[in-house]
Nanobody, 122 residues
Framework: QVQLVESGGGLVQPGGSLRLSCVASGSIFSINTMGWYRQAQGKLRDLVATVSSGDSTNYADSVKGRCTISRDNAKKNTLYLQMNSLKTEDTAVYYC???????????????WGQGTQVTVSS
């Protein structure tokens, strides 16, 4: 069983910053891609940013230059999202995603965290 636990969400004023964290635990042999997605109320879940096992990153246009995704160098199962210059439109539930290979399996699986709320408001 693989679990993802996010933390770091909260209420912040426009222009502020937040750092989200996600820790993956359980029987996972290797991790391919890790990423952050978000879902605003009444909208579909959208990509925010991803990072591959080779540390290649990809960002949604809406967050480029304001957000940085990173993985802990020592603990490859820990993911971060540094968000700066936050806007009201960044308000959403943010989900951690991992595509990984479970121990004893040959098939990659997708795992999701429970989500953490980010609210940007004055």
């Amino acid at each position: 069983q693989v679990q993802l636990v996010e933390s770091g969400g909260g209420l912040v004023q426009p222009g502020g910053s937040l750092r989200l964290s996600c820790v993956a635990s359980g029987s996972i042999f290797s991790i391919n891609t890790m990423g952050w997605y978000r879902q605003a109320q009444g909208k579909l879940r959208d990509l925010v940013a991803t990072v591959s096992s080779g540390d290649s990153t990809n960002y949604a246009d809406s967050v480029k230059g304001r957000c940085t995704i990173s993985r802990d160098n020592a603990k490859k199962n820990t993911l971060y999202l540094q968000m700066n210059s936050l806007k009201t439109e960044d308000t959403a539930v943010y989900y951690c995603h991992v595509r990984g290979l479970p121990s004893g399996s040959y098939k990659y699986e997708d795992y999701w965290g429970q989500g953490t709320q980010v609210t940007v408001s004055s």
